[in-house]
C-alpha cells in the first residue's frame, strides 16, 4: 500500500492536504489552513493526526495549529527560520533535513522568497512534493520577505526535481495566473492548450492542483526566463535569469 492524500478545500482558495501511511496508521496535515476542515476530513477518513508539517508563517498555512494539537495531540514540525511566528513546535527543520511518516522520508527544501523561512517537503521516492506558497499553477507566492533572486533560487530548486513530479501548492490561483501567462507568452501552444483545459476544470468546480513538474516547466511564465519568446516580449537581452524573472514577478503584481 502506498501513501495516501487527502486535498481539502480550505477558506476562499486555499488547499490543506493530509498525508496518511495505511502500514504506519499515521496522518500528517501539510499546513492547517482550516482545523475545522482538516478534522472533518479526518473524521471521514477515519485517520488520526499525528503530526503537523508547516511549511512558512502565515495564517492561512499555521493558523489551525494551536487547535489541532489541542485535539488531536500531533506535533508540530516547522521551518527554523520562522521559529519566532510559529513558536512551540517540536522540531525545526530546514534544508537538507530529512522528517519521516512511517516508512516514509521526505526531504526539506530551504525556499526562501514568499517568507524569509519558507521550506518545501519533498517525497523523492514517490515523485510528491509539497510546495507551500513558492510555485503555484501557472505562478508563483508573491515575494514578500525575500529578495527575487532567493525566489527564482528557489523556483530552480524545485525546477531540478524529476518531471514526473507531482506538484502540490496550498492555493487555486490557476485562473487568474493563466490569464497573465498569456499576456507573457500568448503563442506558446502548450499553454494555450492547457489554459483551455484549465478553463474546462474550473467550469466544473475541480480542482487544477496537483499539477506535474514536467508541464508546469512548459507553461509557466515564471519558470521560463530562458524563453527566447519571452526575452523577446519583455526586450529582456541577454540579462540573467533572475532579472527576467524578477520583471516577470513585477509585471504579475501591476496585473
Ligand atoms: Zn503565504
Ligand atoms: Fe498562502
Redesign the pocket.
Known sequence: MSLQIKQIPCLSDNYGYLVHDPVSGKTISIDTPDATAILSTLDEEGWALTQIWNT?H?Y??AGGNAELVQKTSCSICAPVGERQMIPGADRYVAGGDVVTLGQYTARVLDTPG??RGHICYVFDEQNIAFV??TMFSLGC?RV?EGTPEQMWASLSKLMALPDETLIHC?HEYTKDNARFALTIEPENPDLQARVAQISALREKGQPTVPMRLGLEKKTNPFLRPDSAAIRARLKAGTASDAAVFARVRQLKDEF
Open positions: 512558512h502565515h492561512d498555512h514568499h517568507t507551500g506558497d507566492g514578500f496550498a
